[in-house]
């Protein structure tokens, strides 16, 4: 059954049939209800083409990737995210188009998607503190969701993130109350919105406690496992070695997993070690007990949300624009008291 004859079989017009099944605000709500009920009967599936025809809207969203040296976001956690942004798009009959770019062509893709038309909304991945992308959306007048937040933007836009600062200031105090005083911080780089949250939740709770930051023990680079390897290798050489890790990434922490290790130590009784982001589809943390203490939120359910909340700004839904996620603290077997306090 296509569009025509589900309208014909209404007695509605294509337009209000088609606008009903895309839950636009001006269609009288038993209208709508009788058009879902009708469509679900009669097993009508929506052609995207068409769609897009009747209401004038692409039926895509965009996600544009910056990829350098520096900030490579094609990565497990990306396509946790972008796993459940593509169940809620396929729901609601969206297409998704990926788009990689160099930092430097990134300005002129959004205009050239603006000016095709080529999408109907985006959704920005990675804010940095100041982030240019965010005020040259709004000047496109292009639809967007930014996950994350930036700092330094200032005005209103729509955006979902998790409570960094809150998360790794909780972890923190969960070390310090374990008895460590010389915790190490892996840390995203600190030009990134999330990685400049973490280090004040880390730095707030160190303070609280009456213990300085060791600048010595702090990393700030791209989350990869070398980083968690290298680190933790070389800190771990020092005489005021780190007694616990905080880790940004389970990828990294997979790192420092290894490098305690090569030491002749053991995870949990000589060197703690907590992580964020181990809820992920294709790196689970442990098949039944947590290996890694973490700080737990769901990739993937974030680009869900950030998917249901770009649609809703498409199609002029009431909605919240901003959704602040807290993160879970899940006790693993990675994390144990001070080795001086045992």
Avoid: C
Avoid at 268 to 295: C, Q, W
């Amino acid at each position: 059954m296509n569009l025509k004859q589900l309208s014909e079989h209404l007695n509605l017009s294509q337009t209000t049939v088609s606008r009903a099944l895309n839950g636009y605000p001006e269609v009288n709500e038993d209208t709508r209800k009788r058009v879902l009920k009708a469509a679900q009967e009669l097993n009508y599936s929506p052609n995207t083409r068409a769609k897009g025809l009747a209401t004038g809207r692409s039926m895509a969203i965009g996600h544009v990737i910056p990829v350098t040296s520096k900030h490579e976001m094609v990565n497990p956690v990306f396509g946790d995210f972008i796993a459940g942004a593509g169940e809620t798009y396929s729901a609601e009959g969206y297409d998704m188009v990926l788009t990689l770019v160099d930092d430097r062509d990134e300005e002129s893709v959004y205009r050239k998607i603006r000016t095709r038309g080529s999408v109907d909304g985006v959704i920005v991945h990675g804010p940095k503190m100041t982030d240019p992308r965010i005020p040259l959306l709004r000047q496109l007048g292009l639809p967007f969701v930014v996950h994350g937040r930036a700092t330094d933007e200032g005005g209103d836009y729509a955006w979902l993130d998790v409570n960094n600062k809150s998360a790794f200031r909780r972890a923190t105090n969960y070390l310090l109350d374990l008895g460590h005083r010389r915790i190490a911080l892996l840390n995203g780089l600190e030009t990134m919105d999330f990685a400049f949250r973490r280090r004040q939740g880390y730095a707030e709770a160190l303070a609280a406690r009456g213990v300085a930051v060791n600048p010595a023990l702090l990393r700030s680079e791209e989350m990869t496992e070398v980083l968690g390897y290298r680190s933790a290798r070389d800190m771990l050489d020092r005489d005021d070695a780190p007694t616990a890790f905080l880790v940004s990434s389970m990828i990294t922490a997979i790192g420092v997993r290894r490098a305690i290790h090569d030491k002749g130590l053991e995870m949990g009784r000589d060197v703690s070690v907590i992580t964020h982001d181990d809820d992920l589809s294709y790196l689970k943390n442990g098949p039944g007990e947590a290996i890694f203490t973490a700080t737990r939120s769901s990739v993937r359910e974030a680009g869900s949300l950030s998917a249901r909340m770009l649609i809703d700004l498409i199609r002029q839904r009431p909605t919240g624009r901003h959704q602040l996620l807290e993160a879970d603290l899940i006790i693993g077997g990675s994390t144990g008291p001070a080795p001086s306090t045992r």
